[in-house]
């Protein structure tokens, strides 16, 4: 029995197209750096939905790899609209976009995963909250 994939893959594949397409019109001192680096990153994000989405043992984990792997196309989408590697800044504007859309979705399911296992009595995060103080801090002393 096959398990059909979520709407959120088909997402991460219409970023992956429209990034494709983009940067076959990218200038040459653009197309074969950042235009490698975008296409990269697009496929990373891609991978890491349908990793994420099969990987139901480490889900949590996965989802949060997946968005780290955002972050980073964002971030290399940002740069690409800095020097003008886009055909277009309305070109650059649907692909951010997207690129939102699909960021909003990983964080939906990132906050469910989250909440779900907030319910299950399990942590939702291994990070603690920073320790302000110490034993060997000085008494008195204001942080």
């Keep these: 029995m096959r398990r059909q994939l ?5 997402a991460s594949r219409r970023v ?5 397409e983009a940067v076959t019109r990218f200038p040459r001192r653009h197309r074969y750096t950042l235009g490698a680096d975008l296409r990269r990153d697009a496929m ?11 990987d139901r043992a480490h889900q949590f984990i996965r989802v949060r790899e997946l968005a780290l792997a ?4 964002k971030f290399t989408l940002q740069l690409g609209k800095d ?3 886009f055909g277009s800044f309305r070109e650059f ?3 951010a976009e997207l690129a939102s859309d699909l960021g909003r979705q990983i964080g939906g399911w990132l906050k469910a ?3 779900s296992s907030q319910n299950e009595g399990e942590p939702a995060s291994s990070q603690s909250a920073p ?3 110490s034993l060997s801090a000085p008494q008195g002393a204001n942080p």
Excluded: F, G, T, Y
């Design 83 to 85: 020097v003008n590697a």
């Design 6 to 10: 979520p709407p959120i893959a088909s």
């Design 131 to 133: 320790i302000l103080s």
């Design 93 to 95: 504007e649907m692909i």
């Design 16 to 20: 992956v197209m429209v990034i494709e």
């Design 113 to 115: 995963l989250r909440n």
């Design 44 to 54: 990373q994000v891609n991978r890491c939905v349908h990793i994420a989405w099969r």
């Design 70 to 73: 955002m972050d980073d196309l």
